[in-house]
C-alpha cells in the first residue's frame, strides 16, 4: 500500500469519524445529558460550597459537547485508519469494507467495552474528586491491557489455524482473551464511591448513554468508513460497470 493510498485513506477516515460523531452528539445530547443534569441537581443539594460557574451549563451541553465529541471522533478516525492499513489483509483475507467493521468492532471492545466493565463511568457528584488521578490511571492501565491483550488474541488466532482450523482457533484464541481479562479484573483494585442515597436509575441510565453513544461512535465510523475504504482499494474498473473483486493482501509497506 503505497503512501498516497495512505494518505487518502487517513483523511477519508476522519470524515467518516466526524460523520460518526455527529451521530454520536445527537445520541449523546439526548441520552447522556439529562444524566449529567440529575448528577449536578444531586450534587447542588449536598454540597454547601458553589463556585463561580466559569462556563454555563447552556454551553457544556451544547457547543462544548458538540466540540468535545467531533474533535474526538475525527483524531479516532484518523487512528483507526491508520489501524485499518496495517490490519487489512494481516487478520484474514477479508474486504475491505469487512475488515473495517471488524477493526471497528475490536475496537469498541477492547478500548471501551472491557474497561468500562471494570471501572463504569458515573455521573457528576458520584465520584470522589480527592481519587481522580487514581481512577484515571486505573482506567487507563486496563484500557492498555485489554487492547494489548487483544492484539495477542489475533496474533495466537493466526498462529492455531493451520493445526487447529479457523473456528477451533477462533474459539481457543477468544477463551484466551476472556481468561486473561479476568485475571486482570480480579487483580486490579476495584473502585466504589457510590454514595448511598444516589439514585440507582441515574447511574443505570448515564452507564446505558455512555454505552450507546461508544457503539454509535465505532458502528457507524466503520459502516461509512467500510464505503469509503472500498471506494479507494476496490474502484470501479474502467468502462465497465462492475467493481474490481481482488481483494488487497497485506500491504508490504506504510
Known amino acids: 500500500m503505497n503512501s498516497a493510498t495512505v494518505r ?34 444531586y450534587e447542588d443539594a449536598h454540597s454547601t460550597e458553589h463556585g463561580i460557574e466559569v462556563v454555563s451549563r447552556t454551553m457544556q451541553a451544547t457547543t462544548g459537547l458538540a466540540t468535545g465529541i467531533l474533535i474526538y471522533g475525527v483524531a479516532l478516525g484518523g487512528i483507526a485508519a491508520l489501524a485499518f492499513c496495517f490490519a487489512l489483509g494481516r487478520i484474514g483475507r477479508f474486504s475491505a469494507r469487512a475488515t473495517a467493521v471488524l477493526l471497528s ?31 484515571t490511571t486505573l482506567y487507563f492501565l486496563m484500557m492498555v491491557l485489554s487492547v ?25 484464541a477468544g477463551s484466551f482473551f476472556i481468561l486473561a481479562v479476568g485475571l486482570a479484573y ?26 450507546a453513544i461508544q457503539a454509535t461512535l465505532w458502528a457507524s465510523f466503520g459502516l461509512v468508513f467500510g464505503y469509503l475504504a472500498e471506494r479507494v482499494l476496490e474502484p470501479r474498473t474502467a468502462g465497465t460497470g462492475h467493481r474490481s473483486a481482488t481483494v488487497p493482501s497485506a500491504p508490504a509497506s506504510l
Open 105 to 135: 468492532l475490536g475496537a469498541l471492545i477492547a478500548v471501551y467495552v472491557v474497561p468500562f466493565l471494570k471501572y463504569p463511568g458515573n455521573p457528576p457528584a458520584v465520584s470522589d474528586a480527592d481519587t481522580i488521578g487514581q481512577r
Open 148 to 172: 494489548l491483550l487483544a492484539v495477542a488474541t489475533v496474533i495466537l488466532g493466526k498462529r492455531l489455524a493451520p493445526r487447529l482450523g479457523d473456528w477451533n482457533a477462533t474459539i481457543a
Open 8 to 41: 487518502n485513506l487517513l483523511v477519508r477516515g476522519m470524515l467518516a469519524g466526524l460523520a460518526a460523531g455527529l451521530l454520536a452528539l445527537a445520541v449523546a445530547y439526548f441520552l447522556g445529558e439529562p444524566q449529567i443534569d440529575a448528577g449536578i441537581a
Open 186 to 211: 480480579a487483580f486490579l483494585p476495584a473502585v466504589n464511591e457510590m454514595p448511598k442515597d444516589f439514585s440507582a436509575n441515574v447511574v443505570w441510565e448515564f452507564r446505558l448513554a455512555a454505552l
